[in-house]
């Protein structure tokens, strides 16, 4: 069982119940995504055609990977049904409901990245007394 000591946060470890810590599953997502990331840029700037196309469609190695969402509103503003779409929609299908639907926004998406730095950041100046934690302001008319 773990638990974090009020002032106890760190970003890559846990502090454990009996003494002893225990690494987060954080670094492992946060270098997944940057390796995603670099593989899209060595990808584009070393002509390799590895992994190349955006977050919402692209090919690993000549297979395609289409999001769900997306492969639907190009197949209803085209009206066909690609070969190449409808197979990379049935993978990446299939993946979303083997691993969960927010596999991709946790280990993928460089947003939430992005917005785990920024935690980490505002973390570190609120213990430094540079800014200082915000209340939840309610607005009642």
Sequence with gaps: MTKNKAGDYHVW????????????VRPWRWMV???????????????IQMLEGSMIASRLMGFHLVDLFSGFEVMGAHGE??????MG???VGA?????????????ACPYGLLSEWGESIHRYLVEKRIISKRSLLLCVS
């Design 89 to 91: 929609m049935i993978f």
């Design 81 to 86: 049904l690609p070969t190449n779409l409808l």
């Design 33 to 47: 995504c940057l390796g995603l990331l670099g593989a899209f840029i060595l990808s584009y700037s070393l002509d």
């Design 13 to 24: 470890r846990r502090h454990n119940l009996d003494g002893t810590y225990s690494w987060k």
């Design 95 to 107: 993946v979303y409901f083997v691993l969960g639907g927010r596999s991709f926004c946790s280990w």
